[in-house]
């Protein structure tokens, strides 16, 4: 089954590749854009689903830092915003 | 003997093994080694281990070595942890907190003054709280971070044990802290680069210190 891991900066913590993003923004043209956090995204393919949590517990995602959330494929809605 | 574990990616493993040259006898550890009997002390050193990818130190925690070392820590053997080895041993739990990217997401690289707290262990009792220490930071992810109330428990616990002068902390780390031990005091893990600093000639002997506890004390044994 395919997977999608997200891995976002915790609430709080200091994102300074947000912000240098957002600094980046207005003159691009881009006016009205607040609070940019970049985090990550990896694809797998898993024979387990249920060990993905934990994996995100040991691995991708340092919980002291980053949160994280788990996207089957079979549940992500159509149109790609179930992420 | 001290063992200086060398990962696909580290580059302070030869300046580290000659800074615990001047203080005792030292060798490299490879990452697949897992017999480390006869190893007073052990250092993980700086550099890239794994091209630090995921986050730093992410994987080089996994490895055979470290699996090792935190049995040797849990017995009380002396760790030293030097800015990417700190971030591993922060990685692998040994150390509490973790490192963030640089507040200024550039990477810096200058002599910054460290003053030491009042920290127990192997590694306190060789300085003294209050000391200042002259050593040098490079580093692209060096900003300590734990949450408040954690920091409160590590301060009052006396396991933060260096913060960066004031008005010098370059990463934008918490409280200023550039450097941890943990509970027992045997394990310490710092950002700046005590290896880079123990010869006068390039600076600053400063760095000395840290190694001096990796060497098994006669007394003590």
């Not at chain 1, 976002?8 to 956090?37: C, M, N, S, T, Y």
């Not at chain 2, 300046?15 to 550890?29: F, Y």
């Not at chain 2, 943990?182 to 394990?187: K, P, S």
Request: charged share 20%.
């Amino acid at each position: 089954m395919r997977a999608k891991v997200l891995i976002r900066p915790k609430q709080g913590i200091l994102d300074p590749q947000g912000k240098a993003v957002e600094r980046a923004l207005p003159a691009l043209g881009f006016e009205g854009i607040h609070d940019v956090r970049v985090g990550r995204l990896v694809e797998l393919e898993t024979d387990d689903p249920a060990k993905l949590d934990s994996l995100c517990e040991k691995l991708l995602a340092n919980p002291l830092i980053e949160d994280f959330e788990v996207v089957l494929e079979d549940e992500a809605s159509p149109n790609g915003s179930g992420a | 003997m001290i063992g200086v574990l060398q990962f696909p990616g580290s580059c302070d493993e030869r300046d580290a093994l000659q800074a615990c040259e001047r203080v005792g006898e030292a060798r490299l550890v490879w990452h697949e080694e897992t017999d480390l009997a006869g190893l007073d002390g052990i250092v993980v050193p700086g550099g890239f281990s794994y091209g630090d990818y995921l986050r730093a130190g992410a994987i080089a925690r996994f490895s055979p070595a470290m699996e090792a070392v935190a049995r040797f820590a849990a017995e009380g053997g002396p760790v030293l942890g030097i800015c990417n080895g700190f971030q591993v041993l922060c990685e692998a739990g040994l150390l509490p907190g973790a490192l963030l990217p640089n507040e200024g997401l550039r990477f810096i690289c200058r002599q910054v003054t460290l003053v030491a707290e009042d920290f127990g262990g192997p590694f306190g009792s060789g300085i003294s709280a209050g000391q200042s220490l002259s050593i040098p930071v490079k580093h692209m992810s060096g900003r300590y971070f734990a949450p408040d109330e954690r920091v409160d428990e590590l301060e009052s616990a006396g396991q933060v044990a260096f913060r960066y002068a004031a008005g010098e902390n370059p990463n934008g780390s918490v409280r200023d802290i550039a450097g941890v031990t943990n509970e027992a005091g045997n394990v310490i893990g710092l950002m700046p680069h005590p290896e880079h600093a123990v010869d006068p000639l390039t600076g600053s002997a400063d760095g000395l210190a840290l190694f001096r506890a990796l060497v098994r004390q006669p007394a003590a044994a």
